[in-house]
């Protein structure tokens, strides 16, 4: 086993990204493409193939490759299908590890994109010696993975640990993707800040905001992110509050799990203690004392790309 390597793909809501990954959890080779600009899978499929294979033939060829391991949005590990996701152009019930088996000629396992990212940082990451905990990405949507006893949870149909798509503010902001109310994921997001930056500047036109020198479109989670740096008081106000709608939705995670900790990683992760100060003060405040000051809310040691990656390689040691 010592010359084999496995593949490891992330297909996020934006950006897929992949690589090969030898039996030590050492990357060796790794790239990216976009998710969506294929309108039909067997194209997006095409395009990875063709930004793989290079990599592949520098290790030695497909003979060296012991499988594909691969995390997506609503990837089942049951079925090896993708279902439904609402952050991808290709709808429906895509049978996306069969797809790429036969592509590739080597066996794919598929699970939930969160769930690969879980497992790496169970094995690789800050999670290594922890049992209990929960992985929040905070990307273009939100995802969770959760560990119970060292053991990631499917449920019965392997579609189990969805805390984005939990509503924590009944009947609030509408998700343009799955048309429900209130939706963690429609606020926490990358994209739920953006939502949140155009709703605050539009309700109080007389405030002033260094936002207001960007258009509308070039408003982004980043932008947010420069202009509260500066002390901007809308994007400061912006990252209070969706660290106020983010703590509120940890504590109910932890008081149904009771985790040592709560892992945050993904682009939105970037604004630092602007986004976990107020997370963690909410958090508390809203635990029972039962569960106050004992779990530790802390951002991924790893590279997002490269938790992805592992994660979903580990599925082909597992």
């Known amino acids: 086993m010592e010359s084999k390597y496995a593949i490891g793909i992330d297909v996020g809501g934006t950006t897929t990204k992949f690589g090969i990954v030898n039996n030590k959890g050492e990357i060796i080779e790794q790239d990216r493409i976009p998710s969506n600009d294929c309108e039909f899978v067997e194209d997006f499929i095409e395009l990875l193939y063709a930004r793989l294979m290079p990599m592949v033939d520098k290790i030695g060829g497909i003979k060296n490759i012991v499988g594909i391991g691969m995390g997506a949005p609503n990837g089942n590990v049951y079925t090896g299908t993708i279902e439904y996701a609402p952050n991808l152009k290709w709808k429906g019930i895509i049978p996306i590890a069969d797809l790429i088996t036969k592509k590739f000629g ?7 994109d969160a769930n690969a990212a879980a497992m790496g940082e169970m094995m690789y990451g800050c999670t290594k010696n922890m049992k209990h905990f929960i992985t929040i990405t905070l990307g273009t949507g939100v995802g969770s993975g959760i560990v119970i006893d060292g053991k990631i949870v499917v449920g019965h149909d392997g579609f189990a640990g969805e805390l984005g798509h939990t509503i924590i503010r009944p009947g609030g902001r509408m998700h343009k993707n799955t048309g429900m109310r209130g939706s963690l994921e429609s606020y926490a997001s990358a994209t739920g800040v953006r939502e949140t930056a155009i709703e605050l500047i539009t309700a109080h036109p007389d405030r002033a905001s260094l936002l207001r020198d960007f258009s509308i479109n070039e408003i982004t989670s980043e932008t ?17 509050f969706t660290g106020q709608i983010l703590g509120e939705s940890l504590a109910n995670f932890v008081m149904f799990s009771s985790p040592e900790a709560i892992v945050l990683f993904g682009g939105l992760t970037k604004a630092g203690n602007l986004l976990l100060n107020p997370t963690r003060k909410h958090m508390e405040e809203n635990l029972l004392p039962l569960f106050k000051n004992k779990v530790k809310l802390i951002f991924s040691e790893l590279k997002e790309s490269d938790a992805a990656i592992l994660g979903a390689s580990a599925l082909v040691w597992d």
Not at 106 to 112: Q, S
């Open 106 to 112: 080597v066996a794919t396992k598929l699970t939930n």
């Open 224 to 240: 947010v992110h420069q202009c509260a740096l500066q002390g901007d008081p809308i994007a400061n106000e912006i990252f209070e």
